[in-house]
Nanobody, 116 residues
Framework: QVQLVESGGGLVQPGGSLRLSCAASGTIFRLNIMGWYRQAPGKQRELVATRSSAGVSNYADSVKGRFTISGDNAKNTVFLQMNTLKPEDTAVYYC??????????WGQGTQVTVSF
């Protein structure tokens, strides 16, 4: 069984920064994609950023230039550095790891609130 544990969410003012962390444990295929998704109230879950075990990153247009995804393959960790946060970034952020086209695991989510 795979478990994902997120940390680093919280309340921040517009223009501020936060860093999210996610650690995966269990039996994880070495060729995988780890990433972050978010879900705001009343909206569908959406992709924020992903990072493959080969180091290739992908970002949603709404966060390009502001968010940076990084990770450590050996430790099965992924991080999301979020800068210049906006109120519209407010959401529950979920960590995900997937491989093989059909295997996917989710974390429990961490709340990010951007507000004065």
């Amino acid at each position: 069984q795979v478990q994902l544990v997120e940390s680093g969410g919280g309340l921040v003012q517009p223009g501020g920064s936060l860093r999210l962390s996610c650690a995966a444990s269990g039996t994880i295929f070495r060729l995988n994609i780890m990433g972050w998704y978010r879900q705001a109230p009343g909206k569908q879950r959406e992709l924020v950023a992903t990072r493959s075990s080969a180091g290739v990153s992908n970002y949603a247009d709404s966060v390009k230039g502001r968010f940076t995804i990084s990770g450590d393959n050996a430790k099965n960790t992924v991080f999301l550095q979020m800068n210049t946060l906006k109120p519209e970034d407010t959401a529950v952020y979920y960590c995900n790891v997937r491989w093989g086209g059909s295997t996917s695991y989710w974390g429990q989510g961490t709340q990010v609130t951007v507000s004065f």
